[in-house]
C-alpha cells in the first residue's frame, strides 16, 4: 500500500517454500490453527472453541499479529508516517486460527469450561515447547439471522503468502460457516529478480489449489523492479524505470508468465506494480509516469506472448491522493483488464461517507472504471486507524455487494484483520454474521486447458530469497518542510504535515 497514513506492512514473502506438499502437511499436523477472532453468538448447544496446540510447522515470514497503530504487510512496504515502518519478518505469528482439521480424532480432554454463549478469541501460542493435543472444536452454527445472499462477489482473505496462507482458507471458511472463499491471494518476493519470476517451488502450493476447483481464482502480486522495498530514491527509480521501459527487464517476466503456465494457472490474476500511485516501493509511477506507463505496457505484452497464458492485469492504487493521482499512472485499456483500489479504513476521523466522495476515493475509482469498460476489484482491505469500526466493516461489505467487484480479499491480520486479529471483537463479529454461509452462484469458470507436460527447467532447485531489508525512516519529499500538525490532518498526511501539498502520502 501506499503511504496514505500508511502502515507498517511486511506481508510480502520472506521465504520460498521449499517443498509445497510437505508444508501443507506440517501445517495441517501441527493442530488447529489460531483461534477464532471475536465473539459471535453461538447456540447454547454448541460448545466454545478451544485454543489449538502450538504449530509446529517451519517459521512463517507473516509477522506475528500485533498490537497499536502500526501493522504488517505480506507485500512489505513502509509508511511515509516515520512511526509507522515495517519489520523483517522473524518468526511464526503468535496467534494461530483453531478449526477443526478434516479426520481429527474426537477430543479426549475434559469439556472446555468457557462459556458457551460466544466464541473465545484466539489464544497466544504457548512456547515452543512439546505441546499437548488440542481439542478439536464443534462446528461454530451459523447465527441466527445469516443472510443468504447467493450473488456475492467472489472473495478470500489473505491469510499468509505461502503454504500455511492455502491451510488457513479451509480453517476460514469453516469458521465462516462453510462460506466458498473462491480467491487465494498472495505475493511475490521483490528482494531479487530470481524471486519476481516465480522461484521454482514458491508458487507450487497455490497452483495446486486452484487447480482443485474450475471456479477458483488465484491473485498474485508481482513486483516491476527489484529491491522493491529498500528506499531507493526517486532519481535512481527514475533510471530503473527508463531501463524498464526500453525493454531491459523484459525476460523477466516471460519467465514468470512461463512458470504459471508450466504449473497449470494460466489464468491467475496479475496485481502488477500495486500502490504506484504512493511512495513505498521501487515499482512507484512518481518519479516518472510515462516511463512507468511504458514499462507496464511492455511487461503485459511480454507476459501475454507467452503461449497458453490467459492471465489478467490488475491495476491498483491506494484509495485517495497520495504522491501523484493514480489517473495519472493509467496505462491504458489495451493492457489492464481490472481496475482495483487498496482500501483501508483511514485516516483517522474520515468516515466512509467521506471515503466513497473523497478526491480519487471508492466513488471515483468506480465510475472510472465503468468510463473504461472494466471491473473493479479490492485486492487489499481492512480496519485500521479508526479501530474496531463496525460501520466500516458493514458499510465496505454493503459498498462491495453493490458494486459487485470481480473478487476481494481482507488483510487478515492486526490491525487490519477479523480472524487471526484479535483487536477487533465488534468489527469481527459483523464481518463473520453477514458472510456467514456465503456461496457464489456464478457459473463456473470453463476447465483449463492444462499443458500436458511442463517445459524444461520447471524443477529446478528452489531458490530461497533473502529477507527484504526493513527500510530505514521514510524520506521528506524534495522542497517539503514538516509542519508537525497534529490530529487527522497531520496524521493524513502520514504522520507529518508537509508544506508542499502538492505531494500528499495520505495511506496507511
Known amino acids: 500500500m501506499a503511504p496514505q497514513q500508511r502502515r507498517v506492512r511486511t506481508r510480502r514473502p520472506a521465504l520460498v517454500v521449499a517443498t509445497a506438499a510437505a508444508a501443507v502437511s506440517a501445517v495441517l499436523a ?16 454448541t460448545p466454545a472453541w478451544t485454543p489449538g496446540a502450538p504449530p509446529t510447522h517451519a517459521p512463517s515470514a507473516m509477522p506475528a499479529p500485533t498490537s497499536g497503530t502500526t501493522s504488517a504487510h505480506p507485500a512489505g512496504g513502509t509508511s511515509s508516517e516515520a512511526s509507522a515502518q515495517p519489520a523483517a519478518p522473524t518468526s511464526t505469528p503468535a496467534l494461530a486460527p483453531s478449526a477443526p482439521v478434516p479426520g481429527t480424532p474426537a477430543p479426549s480432554a475434559p469439556a472446555p469450561t468457557t462459556s458457551v454463549s460466544t466464541v473465545p ?23 441466527a439471522s445469516t443472510p443468504r445472499d447467493t450473488s456475492t462477489p467472489a472473495f478470500g482473505a489473505y491469510l499468509d503468502y505461502g503454504a500455511l496462507g492455502v491451510a488457513r482458507i479451509a480453517q476460514f471458511s469453516d469458521w465462516l460457516g462453510g462460506a466458498e472463499l473462491r480467491v487465494g491471494h498472495t505475493y511475490l518476493p521483490g528482494d531479487q529478480w530470481r524471486n519476481i519470476e516465480g522461484a521454482p517451488g514458491f508458487l507450487d502450493v497455490w497452483a495446486d489449489w486452484r487447480r482443485e476447483k474450475d471456479d477458483r481464482m488465484l491473485v498474485l502480486n508481482v513486483p516491476m523492479l527489484e ?75 511480454a507476459m501475454r506472448a507467452v503461449p497458453g497464458q490467459r492471465f489478467r492485469f490488475d491495476f491498483t492504487p491506494t484509495r485517495g491522493k497520495d504522491a501523484v493521482p493514480w489517473t495519472e499512472c493509467y496505462p491504458g485499456d489495451d493492457t489492464v483488464d481490472i481496475i482495483g483500489m487498496d482500501s483501508y479504513d ?106 500436458a507436460v511442463p517445459p524444461a527447467g520447471s524443477t529446478a532447485p528452489v531458490t530461497t530469497p533473502t529477507t527484504p531489508t526493513t527500510p530505514t525512516a521514510p524520506r521528506v519529499p524534495a522542497g517539503c518542510s514538516p509542519l508537525g500538525l497534529g490530529g487527522w490532518f497531520g496524521s493524513g498526511l502520514g504522520g507529518g504535515s508537509c508544506a508542499g501539498l502538492d505531494r500528499w502520502p495520505r495511506h496507511r
Open 121 to 143: 478469541a484466539p489464544a497466544v501460542a504457548a512456547p515452543a515447547t512439546t505441546a499437548p493435543a488440542a481439542e478439536t472444536p464443534a462446528p461454530a452454527a451459523a447465527p
Open 227 to 301: 529491491r522493491n522495498e529498500e528506499g531507493v530514491s526517486d532519481a535512481e527509480v527514475r533510471h530503473l524505470l527508463q531501463r524498464g521501459a526500453a525493454g531491459e527487464y523484459d525476460h523477466h517476466f516471460r519467465a514468470l508468465a512461463e512458470r504459471l503456465v508450466a504449473l497449470r494457472v494460466p489464468d491467475t490474476v496479475i496485481v502488477l506494480g500495486w500502490e504506484m500511485n504512493g511512495t513505498t516501493y521501487t515499482h512507484r509511477c512518481g518519479p516518472d509516469p510515462q516511463a512507468w506507463k511504458t514499462y507496464w505496457n511492455r511487461i503485459v505484452t
Open 30 to 45: 501441527s493442530g488447529p490453527g489460531p483461534a477464532v477472532a471475536s465473539p459471535v453468538p453461538v447456540p447454547s448447544a
Open 346 to 451: 483511514q485516516p483517522t476521523g474520515l468516515s466512509f461517507d467521506e471515503q466513497v466522495t473523497e478526491p480519487l476515493g471508492l466513488r471515483e475509482h468506480v465510475d472510472f472504471a465503468k468510463a473504461h469498460g472494466k471491473p473493479v476489484s479490492y485486492p487489499e482491505w481492512g480496519l485500521f486507524r479508526n479501530g474496531d469500526n463496525t460501520e466500516y466493516m458493514r458499510r465496505m461489505l454493503a459498498w462491495m455487494d453493490e458494486h459487485k467487484p470481480l473478487y476481494h480479499t481482507l488483510t487478515d491480520y492486526c490491525p487490519h484483520g477479523v480472524w487471526l486479529c484479535r483487536e477487533n471483537p465488534r468489527a469481527s463479529e459483523v464481518y463473520r454474521s453477514l458472510l456467514y454461509g456465503r456461496t457464489d452462484d456464478r457459473t463456473p469458470l470453463p476447465a483449463l486447458p492444462l499443458p
